[in-house]
């Protein structure tokens, strides 16, 4: 579905004439003086060149569709804090810093989802193994103690995962 918004969106923008080399240099000195025609105008004229430089960041692990919306806040961003000069540029400058920090998240965000998980798979996997051995469930400092981390670390660990159950039923510790 995510794809399908994206294609109508793409077919939307080809229906906007791009903005002309004059416009884009007209366009964002009227926008600053607080000409909202020429706003609208250079912002819709805007969107192929928002599209174009959301490509250059493709396969680096975000959705096309948020590329692109990244690229058009920059646009906006570029526009509001524009003084003169090259629009394209500074726009370009701004989607590209976005962007990468967006991507850099991204990975940030996965690689920490990733650690838990594993964490969580460790408990799961010790707290089987202790409750073989002791006959019955270990209690969180056992599993502290034998997983050298804190009562709270545990618990915080125990958390996610309850939380997880609580979302994917059938999940079990």
């Not at 000409?35 to 174009?52: I, N, P, Q, S």
């Not at 509001?80 to 991204?106: H, N, V």
């Not at 009562?151 to 309850?162: C, G, S």
């Amino acid at each position: 579905m995510h794809d399908d918004v994206y294609l109508m969106y793409l077919e939307e923008v080809k229906r906007i004439p791009a903005c002309t080399p004059e416009e884009e240099c007209r366009l964002p000195g009227l926008a600053q003086a607080g000409d909202r025609m020429a706003r609208e105008r250079l912002l819709e004229g805007m969107l192929h060149y928002a599209v174009e430089l959301a490509g250059k960041y493709k396969n680096q692990g975000l959705a096309a569709g948020d590329l692109v919306q990244e690229a058009n806040m920059a646009m906006l961003l570029a526009l509001d804090s524009y003084t003169e000069g090259d629009f394209r540029k500074q726009a370009e400058a701004l989607a590209s810093e976005r962007i990468k920090e967006l991507i850099e998240q991204q990975k940030r965000e996965k690689q920490a989802g990733e650690e838990i998980a594993a964490r969580v798979n460790v408990l799961k996997d010790i707290s089987k193994m202790m409750a073989d051995e002791l006959g019955r469930e270990a209690t969180v400092e056992e599993l502290a103690a034998k997983m050298k981390m804190t009562v709270e670390e545990i618990k915080d660990i125990m958390k996610v995962t309850l939380d997880a159950m609580s979302v994917s039923p059938g999940m079990g510790f």
